[in-house]
């Protein structure tokens, strides 16, 4: 933005703010500096129109509560003022403690999606009287993926409320699906992040991982469109969907070995072989069953049944790659 | 989130006069160019800029008034910007998320201070923060052992560390000089240099499973690198040999979460990949492969396959004879 422009919106800022009169554009025209004089051109008339409605736009965008209206009854045109009460931030003091948590839980942000709106927080913050010390002594440097191009749109599109469109690939599937949903917020969860929101041609809440997008998510129709259920939990849906049912298992491994399995296991004993009998609680079994099985012959499943087959299963598969080598 | 570059200077300008407003003693433009994020070069700029805005009239009892005394600046008029202009939704969600965030991770700043901070920030942002927060960060939370490491580092004392080694399912014990604590994609890292290996190393917390400050100062070896986190976690050396991969469908996920090189659509198996791993850790590699259960086949190096392999035939033969085969 050039320094002209800057020096203009300030002192827009400043005039709206310091009237409680609507001022109208011809007015503000007349005053502000460094808008097209009126000559009585047309020509004139329409730059100071372009140049006026951008300015506008822009402080609308910033969040600047521009408001239009009449003053009285006998005004012919709107005019524009700022409540100043709509503009400020209010009051907010923070204890150097409090100041710090503030400081520290910014710095998630730091090269992830919302580093500008956290940068944008911490001056307004620091404008308002708080002393944040992003830098405290704590060497902490937190970091959130940052490639991740499909954030943006669907970030978009749940703060707006618009409904949004894009092309799905599961890592099972050949092709790409094309979703349409209602876009509920956006997750990360375990380092990975995810769109929750209810998938309209289902008519079901559903989470995908934002990096099995393909292109980039489209946003269509109205703003506040939709209205997410109000007791709705983002990170619990996406958890739910990771999770599932608990599974007992019990498996027989040789002493000394297993020692990852041990930190989380129960013991039950040892076996009649020797072995030391462990029981592993689990939300995935399957999962369960690929880690059992790179164990090899440290390892064996005693119960479930459907456990111990699926160990046996991928042993069978990982004992033919070698003929195959 | 909207512009941030086109708005970041004008979020700055509306913010100056105000920031000064807060600190009426004065403040060194040094600190204050720390503050907002810029150079003084350009604070300086931005200084000079809002000594030509005020009020209507513009005369010299109108425009806002700056009392610059050797390195200080000060401001004696306002021209009524006394409030920063208040949250924006995007600023708002990354406060508030951020904060939240920090309330899973008990052991990284004090719970109550965060609490009340997030009370505060959420009634200053009033209805920017008063929606379903359309993001959500959910961590990795370590609280014991994160609240030791921090202690660790506060304090610069060096750490003595049970840590779990998976790719050697072993437990090992040693001590560490902590040098910063790291989030990363949702998990914590404690990055030391370890007097055992003479190296700079990472430990993931949920692989600590006991960890205590010890008396002596933490004495890390002058002109240790921290790494880099602009490529990930996993860093390979660019030197470390290759391992080739054809990744079944089921197995994609690989691709997504390790850094892999070559990679290739390829047919069979259908709708598979091959990657390319660099790792200079073949027991790392072995568990991969055998916790992937077949879905993933070695094509290099060969004897990879083959120790797979072996593995698994001694695992069947255990289980044969539990079978009564």
Redo the contacts between chains.
């Keep these: 933005m050039s320094a002209k422009r800057a020096e203009r919106l300030v002192n827009l800022v400043i005039a709206l703010l310091g009237t409680r009169q609507y001022v109208t554009a011809a007015r503000i025209r007349a005053t502000v500096p460094g808008y097209e004089p009126d000559d009585g051109t047309a020509r004139a008339d329409e730059a100071f129109k372009r140049m006026f409605e951008r300015d506008k736009a822009e402080l609308r965008e910033m969040g600047v509560p521009l408001e239009t209206g009449r003053t009285s009854v006998f005004d012919t045109e709107d005019g524009y003022r700022i409540a100043r009460a709509d503009y400020e931030l209010p009051e907010i003091t923070l204890t150097g403690e409090e100041a710090a948590a503030v400081g520290l839980a910014l710095r998630l942000w730091e090269s992830a999606q919302l580093a500008g709106a956290a940068q944008s927080a911490l001056v307004k913050l620091r404008a308002a009287g708080v002393d944040v010390d992003p830098a405290r002594a704590l060497p902490v440097q937190p970091r959130l993926d940052s490639d991740e191009p499909a954030f943006e749109p669907c970030y978009t599109a749940a703060r707006d409320r618009r409904v949004l469109t894009f092309d799905y690939r599961r890592p099972d599937e050949d092709a790409p699906a094309r979703r349409r949903v209602q876009p509920w917020g956006v997750v990360a969860w375990h380092g990975r992040w995810y769109l929750v929101g209810l998938d309209l041609d289902r008519q079901a809440p559903r989470v995908f991982r934002l990096s099995r997008v393909v292109g980039t998510p489209r946003a269509g129709g109205p703003e506040g469109a939709f209205e997410p259920p109000a007791d709705v939990d983002l990170s619990a849906l996406v958890a739910r969907q990771a999770g599932g049912e608990e599974h007992l298992v019990v498996v027989r491994a040789r002493p000394g070995t297993a020692v990852g399995l041990r930190r989380w296991a129960t013991p039950l004993g040892a076996g009649p072989d020797g072995d030391d009998r462990l029981q592993l609680r689990t939300t995935e079994p399957w999962r369960l069953a690929d880690q059992l099985a790179a164990y090899g012959p440290d390892v064996v499943v005693e119960s479930p049944q459907a456990v111990r087959a699926a160990v046996v299963e991928r042993l069978t598969r990982l004992a033919a790659m070698g003929e195959q080598a | 989130?909207?512009?941030?570059a086109?708005?970041?200077?004008?979020?700055?300008?509306?913010?100056?006069v105000?920031?000064l407003t807060?600190?009426p003693g004065g403040v060194p433009l040094a600190e204050a160019a720390r503050?907002?994020?810029v150079p003084e070069r350009q604070l300086r700029?931005d200084l000079d800029?809002?000594w030509?805005?005020?009020?209507?009239g513009?005369g010299p009892g109108d425009l806002i008034d700056l009392a610059f005394e050797g390195d200080r600046v000060r401001v004696t008029f306002t021209?009524?910007?006394?409030?920063?202009?208040?949250?924006?939704?995007?600023?708002?969600?990354?406060?508030v998320?951020?904060?939240r965030?920090?309330l899973e991770l008990p052991g990284?700043?004090?719970q109550e201070?965060?609490s009340?901070?997030l009370a505060?920030?959420s009634?200053?942002a009033?209805h920017a923060a008063e929606r379903?927060?359309?993001?959500?960060?959910?961590v990795?939370a370590r609280e014991q052992s994160l609240a030791v490491v921090?202690r660790g580092?506060?304090q610069g004392r060096a750490l003595h560390l049970h840590y779990?080694v998976?790719t050697r399912?072993?437990?090992t014990e040693r001590t560490v000089d902590p040098?910063?604590?790291?989030?990363?994609?949702?998990?914590s890292y404690l990055e030391a240099w370890c007097r055992r290996a003479e190296g700079l190393r990472l430990f993931r917390l949920d692989r600590v499973?006991d960890v205590e400050v010890l008396d002596e100062p933490a004495a890390p070896p002058p002109g240790v690198h921290l790494r880099d986190?602009?490529n990930g976690i996993y860093q390979p050396e660019p030197g470390a040999p290759v391992v080739r991969l054809r990744l079944a469908?089921?197995a994609?996920?690989v691709a997504?979460y390790y850094p892999v090189e070559d990679v290739r659509e390829v047919d069979d198996p259908?709708?598979g990949l091959a990657v390319a791993l660099r790792t200079g850790d073949l027991a790392w590699a072995r568990?991969l492969?055998?916790?992937?259960?077949?879905a993933a086949?070695?094509e290099e190096p060969?004897e990879l396959?083959?120790a797979?392999?072996?593995?698994?035939?001694?695992?069947?033969?255990?289980?044969g004879e539990?079978a009564g085969a």
């Design positions: 989130m909207t512009g941030p086109t708005n970041e200077r004008m979020t700055r300008l509306l913010s100056l105000p920031y807060a600190r503050d907002f994020g700029r800029l809002l030509m805005c005020g009020l209507p513009y021209a009524g910007m006394v409030r920063p202009l208040r949250l924006t939704t995007d600023e708002a969600v990354a406060l998320v951020a904060l965030t920090l990284l700043a004090e201070a965060v009340r901070a505060k920030v009634a200053a009033g379903v927060t359309p993001v959500a960060l959910s990795d921090r580092l506060e779990y998976p399912d072993e437990r040098l910063r604590l790291l989030l990363v994609d949702g998990r499973d986190l602009d469908r089921t994609r996920w997504e259908p709708g568990r492969v055998a916790s992937l259960g077949g086949g070695v060969a396959a083959g797979v392999a072996a593995d698994a035939r001694a695992a069947l033969a255990r289980y539990q």
